[in-house]
């Protein structure tokens, strides 16, 4: 697949590049409302399921409802991105958003709502989200020549960090001004202009994509490349088990409570710390344009963020552990960064969807494993004990992959997709 035209006056060193292009300027545009509508849903169904429960434990089951689709239904959503058209698949997704935000407004509206209806409608929705991801990722590298890649993956992120703030925010504001029902239906609102801009994107010609055999070969094909890859391997193997052992936010409430004695809004000013750190982090990105060693940055990201744990970990003071949590997120998001320019540079187009299944079944998947393993570390040593351990493993294997595997941190920019070899 060629480059889209390159534009003189689109140097891969302005902040905002990538949006010069117009089809990554519509992608942008309707992944911010998806990912918005997305943290609005969620935030929704939260408020919901304890409005009419008033139980802890239905709240980790809607956690759970979300999670397992993740597992269930990736594989397969992957492949679908690698047999469709991805902006077609994109549009059905969007539509199914749709259709079980309006089916929760309607049953919310007329009394009948109960709350399995809100877990299965989780549980639908993060099925429907596992097969959009791929497909919307994978058209990225389409929309933009490669040496914009680092700066369209920083701008992604952006609207990551950006709906973590504005979702939230939405949803509580129509809950407060509205009902819970017409707040759904509000909610199914936002994905019509993500719809129209997927619509309007010029999907790359279909003939430089070389379709997927259907089969059971071609449905673990984003694995075997993420066996095979060195360099991309490392990266997902390093996020998941960092990320899992160092699961810092089901523990925040914690140490709000417990160890800063804090009331909510304070708790409320730890928990946003991550968004406004990984705000930052994107913007540095941006700021430094198309940086030649990704790998070396990842692994520095990497070790910021055990260093910062493990400082967290052992802070008396609040607003240290403010500034810290903060670190964790720019931290993260530097790494996050660097690591899906890397899937994009080193991931053939017809292998893409998959791998990016792939990608956020490893990447969401650390969070699901990660709550479990801190939730069962904190009963036994405490939470500053937890962190501390999962700072102690994030240092450790962020410095053995420094030492033992050179590809990575040697790994730049320049890297070419005709050097991937996959069986």
Request: net charge positive.
């Amino acid at each position: 697949m060629k480059d889209p035209v390159e534009n003189p006056d689109a140097s891969p060193s302005v902040p905002w590049a990538s949006l010069r292009y117009r089809d990554f300027r519509l992608l942008f545009i309707g992944s911010f409302f998806i990912t918005t509508a997305q943290q609005m849903r969620q935030t929704q169904n939260l408020y919901q399921v304890y409005e009419l429960s008033g139980s802890a434990f239905l709240l980790g089951m809607t956690g759970l409802a979300q999670a397992v689709p993740l597992f269930v239904v990736g594989l397969f959503g992957g492949t679908l991105a690698d047999l469709m058209d991805r902006r077609t698949l994109s549009c059905l997704t969007m539509l199914g958003n749709f259709l079980v935000a309006v089916s929760l407004g309607v049953l919310t509206l007329t009394g009948l709502i109960q709350v399995w209806h809100i877990l299965v409608a989780t549980a639908l929705t993060s099925g429907l989200n596992i097969i959009l991801y791929p497909a919307r990722m994978a058209m990225i590298s389409g929309l933009v020549p490669r040496s914009h890649l680092t700066n369209a993956a920083a701008l992604n992120s952006s609207i990551a960090q950006g709906a973590h703030f504005i979702g939230p925010m939405f949803a509580g504001v129509a809950l407060a001004a509205a009902s819970a029902g017409n707040a759904y239906l509000l909610n199914a609102l936002a994905y019509a202009p993500a719809g129209l801009a997927f619509m309007l994107i010029k999907s790359p010609a279909e003939s430089d994509r070389v379709k997927v055999a259907r089969s059971l070969r071609g449905l673990l094909d984003g694995m075997r490349f993420l066996w095979l890859q060195r360099i991309v391997f490392a990266l997902v193997l390093m996020d998941f088990v960092i990320m899992s052992v160092g699961y810092y936010r089901p523990l925040l409430p914690v140490f709000a409570k417990d160890i800063f004695h804090v009331g909510p809004a304070a708790f409320g000013m730890l928990a946003s710390a991550p968004a406004i750190g990984g705000t930052l982090g994107t913007i540095a990105v941006l700021i430094m344009g198309n940086v030649r060693r990704k790998g070396l940055l990842a692994l520095w990201a990497f070790l910021m963020f055990s260093l910062c744990l493990g400082a967290f970990a052992l802070t008396p003071s609040f607003w240290v552990a403010v500034a810290l949590v903060a670190g964790l997120g720019l931290t993260n998001s530097l790494q996050a960064v660097m690591r899906q320019t890397s899937f994009h540079l080193l991931t053939p187009d017809h292998l893409r969807g998959r791998a990016f299944s792939v990608f956020n079944m490893f990447s969401q998947g650390a969070n699901a494993v990660g709550a479990m393993i801190v939730g069962f570390l904190a009963s036994l040593v405490g939470a500053p004990g937890t962190l501390l351990t999962g700072s102690a493993l994030g240092l450790a294997l962020t410095l053995t992959m420094w030492a033992l595997w050179p590809e990575v941190r040697e790994f730049e920019a320049a890297t070419a997709l005709d050097k991937i070899k996959v069986a």
